[in-house]
């Protein structure tokens, strides 16, 4: 990847890591492992919280994620 301006362009730089912003398809592998990643989680109680009930096992939003679980 480089970026351009209209009076300077950088060298090519390598990505190790990351989605590439602009890529069509970058977003969409994201997801679909995310989603593996949240089902395989997602199959598990959480906690008894104390009023009897149980928690959920899992919190997300985008590539944020808490696992919550009783051992």
Known sequence: MRFSTNSYTTDWINLEIGIAMG???S??????????ILKAAGDSAGPASL?????PSLKAFMDDTTIICSK
């Open 51 to 55: 009023g009897g009930g149980y928690m």
């Open 27 to 36: 977003p969409i592998l994201f997801v679909m492992a995310m989603e593996v």
């Open 23 to 25: 890529c069509t398809i």
